[in-house]
């Protein structure tokens, strides 16, 4: 048999292309290109889904005029079922606490995790969320944007879907994250992940050793030295709503691994992101103007 380099180098191509996953087009880019009020809506390649993702980006009022000044940033992360559109609420009351002298100016990127990824990467590899956010979409956000591009000066908050994907992203990646908040997170842990099945499957492939490697409980005890100290950590969570005990007791597994973090109950609020908020109003950001040193 005569060695062709060019077949050969075509059937090593072939066979690449058949050992990686198919990823999943749908959703990474959201249609309505509306964009809620104080955010551009933006698009970013991502090499991890070989393709575009999109994401709306806030910038503090006075970004266009004040030359060279750089800023810190805090990732937004959406709930369940919901798109990066989903933060328009904290960035109007972001705006209106930079305005009062009430928020550090910071930037904040809205980001879509699509509707139900948990902020991993699925267990097919099909649904590369946390790659294209850690690897595609903080690089480009660094170098599009006038950030300060240091953990300490990187935040990232999440509501629900949203704060379990604070908690495990802030663990896993201590060196990149100086700050997390966690608003009402769905702290699932192995025995309550399985009361969603479709989900369970559809993210950690029904693979409950996915799931613990994936899982905020495990990274917080795995990383626990690498956050003790070094990371401003807030978990926040209504009185009323059903994720309240889950919340607590992740807040006192940090307390017991001597990760100090501030816990903080809103009265009168079950499971409802527009009233969480609202009812935390400016007081939500103080959190940022200890952790970005202001």
């Known amino acids: 048999m005569v060695y062709d380099p060019v077949m050969m180098k075509t059937l090593c191509v072939l066979a690449l292309a058949a050992l990686a996953p198919q990823i999943d087009p749908s959703g ?8 809620p009020a104080g955010t551009r809506y933006q698009t970013f390649h991502s090499a991890a889904i070989r393709g575009d993702a999109s994401y709306l980006v806030y910038l503090p009022p006075d970004y266009d005029t004040a030359g060279g000044k750089r800023y810190p940033v805090v990732y937004w992360l959406h709930g369940l079922g919901g798109n990066q559109r989903a933060g328009a609420t904290f960035v109007a009351q972001l705006d209106a606490a930079i305005r009062a002298g009430q928020a550090p100016p910071m930037i904040a990127v809205l980001v879509n995790g699509l509707r139900d990824s948990r902020y991993c990467d699925s267990f097919d590899g099909a649904r590369p969320v946390e790659t294209a956010i850690l690897r595609d979409l903080l690089p480009h956000i660094d170098k599009t944007w006038r950030t300060i591009p240091r953990r300490e ?26 700050a997390v908040s966690i608003m009402a997170g769905a702290l699932l842990d192995t025995q309550s992940v399985a009361t969603r099945p479709e989900l369970f499957q559809k993210n950690f492939g029904g693979n ?63 499971h409802n992101q527009k009233l969480f908020y609202e009812k935390l109003g400016a007081s939500a950001f103080a959190f940022y103007r200890k952790a970005f040193g202001r």
């Open 208 to 270: 409950k050793l996915y799931f613990h490697s994936n899982s905020p409980w495990v990274l917080a005890h795995q990383n626990a030295a690498s956050i003790r100290g070094r990371t401003h950590v807030r978990i926040g969570v209504g009185v009323l709503d059903n994720l309240y005990e889950r919340n607590l007791t992740y807040h006192e597994l940090l307390g017991r691994l001597g990760i100090e973090n501030q816990f903080f109950k809103v009265a009168g609020v079950g």
């Open 28 to 35: 990474w880019v959201d249609p309505d290109r509306s964009a």
């Open 153 to 178: 000066a990187r935040a990232i908050e999440g509501f629900s879907m949203g704060g379990f994907g604070a908690a495990r992203l802030s663990a896993k990646y201590p060196d990149l994250f100086g």
